[in-house]
């Protein structure tokens, strides 16, 4: 993985790390406040977000993870994205298969050092949920 140079990169870079069960645990600073909203968990500490990351890594394959909206602004060491995005995974240990449509949003912030295999900028939160109907 080459370092990524905008925030809509680091995301994109992201997606792939997923596809390619690559760890997921560079993409996020490693702060107390840090955090990660999933689908079903919330995190909270950099230290949280990397074991959950690391097990989420070890425990499923094949995953699928298709853009249909992503969007970035960045302003002065800070950005955010968000996105649409369709995505599917099997459970490693049940072979149970998941698919979601999903909304993800998400805080970066330009890291203050580039020792970073993932880039120039760092998750400080992200959001993922998935809609359903009320």
Known sequence: MSPSTSPEAVVRDYYDA???????TPYFL???STVKFGISESLFGGDEVAAALEEQTETTAEWRVE???LVATERDGFATVADE???AWTDATTGE???FESRWSAALVKRETDDSSAGDWGFVSMHVSAPREL
């Open 30 to 32: 490693a702060d107390e």
């Open 97 to 99: 298969r998941h698919r």
């Open 85 to 87: 995005v369709t995505m």
């Open 18 to 24: 997923l596809r390619d069960g690559d760890p997921l």
């Open 67 to 69: 853009s249909h909206n």
